[in-house]
């Protein structure tokens, strides 16, 4: 039987992190409010913690999960290279609806899914969840809700799908204060790319990083490629595929939102070339309705 917690409720909100954070060491899985979307999430180190995870939302491991985390340090610790603008994003918009898809740390010892080396991090702007990341660390976080239904909004919604039997602590935090799920950089190109266009828009991302690549949707007539780029392209195109799915988690979204083990990226293709996803990240078949 699930545990709920009214976080609205000082002396609850206390017990029911507490009692989450262990739920987490413990390897059970808890729900959390995001800045996006409700998240469901469990500790990213515990790979039986995420296979479950997947399992209580209906996913495959092509499906890996984005990571939350509580500050831009623990971020930096599971990321092997930000590329150039991947420091000033951060400091930008986190914590905040924005999901980073980078290069992963090769020894960190973990297994989010067919990651295909990247992974997928984000900052949520939540006082509870970022109460409970600084107890937990890094966190496996994707939306509150079954594969292909509607991210949850609030504890109610995320209860009615996932029940009572598989998550160990409900943490409400109220309604969460934008349904809109969090914009997804894939930044393991020269170029920045928008793998899914969310809650800071593309115009937002320029004023930081000057060149950026808009999301590819599908209609939309490419260009043609310079001599040497398709072999990226179509590897881009590739992961797009393998990561479009269902709308948000985040943690972080949601939020999710989405969250991260590994090979090696393509070739990347020149800065200023036109080229152009998802529920969380790019070279990582993420889940599109993390928060």
């Known amino acids: 039987m699930s545990r709920i917690y009214d976080c609205a409720d000082e002396t609850a909100r206390k017990d029911g992190i507490a009692d989450a954070a262990s739920a987490v060491r413990r390897g059970d899985l808890v ?8 998240g469901i999430g469990t500790d990213a180190f515990n790979p039986k913690a995420v296979a479950n995870l997947l399992e209580t939302k209906g996913r495959g491991r092509d499906m890996p999960p984005p990571v939350l985390v509580g500050s831009m340090r623990a971020a930096t610790a599971l990321i092997d290279d ?25 020894s960190l010892s973990w297994d989010l899914g067919d990651t295909k080396g990247t992974v997928a991090v984000r900052m949520p702007m939540d006082p509870v969840a970022l109460e409970l990341l600084k107890e937990t660390g890094p966190m496996a976080v994707s939306s509150a809700n079954k594969s292909g239904q509607p ?10 799908q996932l029940g009572d039997e598989d998550v160990a602590v409900y943490l409400d935090g109220g309604e969460t ?21 969310g809650a800071i828009s593309i115009e937002q991302l320029r004023a930081v990083c000057g060149t950026v690549i808009g999301e590819l949707r599908k209609g939309r007539t490419k260009p043609k490629k310079a001599e040497g780029e398709e072999d990226a392209e179509q590897a881009a195109e590739t992961t797009e595929a393998e990561t479009t799915e269902a709308a948000t988690t985040g943690a972080e979204a949601p939020a999710s939102e989405t969250s991260a083990s590994e090979a090696s990226k393509p070739e990347a293709p020149e800065a200023g070339s036109a080229a152009t996803e998802p529920e969380t990240d790019g070279s990582q078949g993420t889940d599109r309705s993390e928060s």
């Open 151 to 160: 991210a949850a909004v609030n504890a109610g919604e995320a209860i009615e």
């Open 31 to 38: 729900v959390l409010p995001t800045d996006t979307v409700y």
């Open 82 to 106: 930000l590329g150039n603008h991947g420091r000033d994003l951060m400091e930008e918009f986190w914590p905040g609806p924005l999901t980073l898809v980078c290069t992963a740390t090769p």
């Open 177 to 197: 204060d934008s349904p809109v799920a969090s914009t997804i950089v894939d930044l393991t190109y020269a170029v920045p790319r928008v793998l899914r266009s």
